[in-house]
């Protein structure tokens, strides 16, 4: 199984929007409505920020937001702030009843 | 509150089996819809899904690691071990263990340990 792809950085000044795209495959995201997203910083441990696509764990900046297109998923920040600044994953769950993560994009706040 | 630790050896020989304990509290994984997950992510690349084991019992592998790759639970305890036989430095890694939903945040990782560090070398 190959990774979900993902691009390899974006990058934004504070206040702008991005969007980060994880495409898979019929099997993974376009199968189910079961993709998660999670923000790194370095040194630490992943953390929730979507799940089931669309849904903010509590706790998480309503400025995060996510959603899906055929097998496409996409998470956005909005009013990009300077603690945005990290590796961001999307994961999905797939046909082979796996998990699998995207390669991982980088996000720089300018 | 919820808390999930890793724990094990810090470095072990290429060819041999790797232990890894994931020791949790503020749930239980004999409560239906409750699993654990095992992630690793090896320095400077990205997160790699490894193994998920449900309140049922049921196991499911990563399909390019399922040879190698053992997960179990003691309930009473409250611990999860998953074993990787035949280290190779590129096993090479920081594993994690996170809690995985089913009746809720489906197959999302909500909480995570802080993670261990493994270096596979002779």
């Known amino acids: 199984q190959s990774a979900l792809t993902q691009p390899a950085s974006v990058s934004g000044s504070p206040g702008q929007s991005i969007t980060i795209s994880c495409t898979g495959t019929?099997?993974?995201?376009?199968?189910?409505?079961?993709v998660s997203w999670y923000q790194q910083h370095p040194g630490k441990a992943p953390k929730l920020m979507i799940y089931?696509?669309?849904n903010r764990p509590s706790g998480v900046s309503n400025r995060f937001s996510g959603s899906k297109s055929g097998n496409t998923a996409s998470l956005s920040i909005s009013g990009l702030q300077a603690e945005d600044e990290a590796d961001y994953y999307c994961?999905?769950?797939?046909?082979?009843?796996?998990?699998?993560f995207g390669g991982g994009t980088k996000l720089t706040v300018l | 509150q919820v808390t999930l630790r890793e724990s094990g050896p810090a470095l072990v020989k290429p060819t041999q089996t790797l232990t890894l304990t994931c020791t949790f509290s503020?749930?239980?994984?004999?409560?239906?819809?409750?699993?654990v997950s095992w992630i690793r992510q090896p320095p400077g690349k990205a997160l790699e899904w490894l193994a998920l084991?449900?309140?049922?019992?049921?196991?499911y592998y990563t399909i390019s690691l399922k040879t190698r790759l053992t997960i179990s639970k003691d309930t009473s305890k409250n611990q999860v071990v998953l074993t990787m036989t035949n280290m190779d430095p590129v096993d090479t890694a920081t594993y994690y263990c996170?809690?995985?939903?089913?009746?809720?945040?489906?197959?999302?990782?909500?909480?995570w340990g802080q993670g261990t560090t493994v270096t596979v070398s002779s």
């Open positions: 996170a809690r995985t939903g089913y009746y809720s945040y489906y197959y999302a990782m909500d909480v």
């Open positions: 503020g749930f239980s994984l004999s409560t239906s819809g409750m699993c």
């Open positions: 084991i449900n309140w049922d019992d049921d196991k």
């Open positions: 019929s099997s993974d995201v376009g199968g189910y409505n079961y």
């Open positions: 089931e696509v669309s």
């Open positions: 994961c999905s769950y797939t046909s082979t009843s796996n998990l699998l």
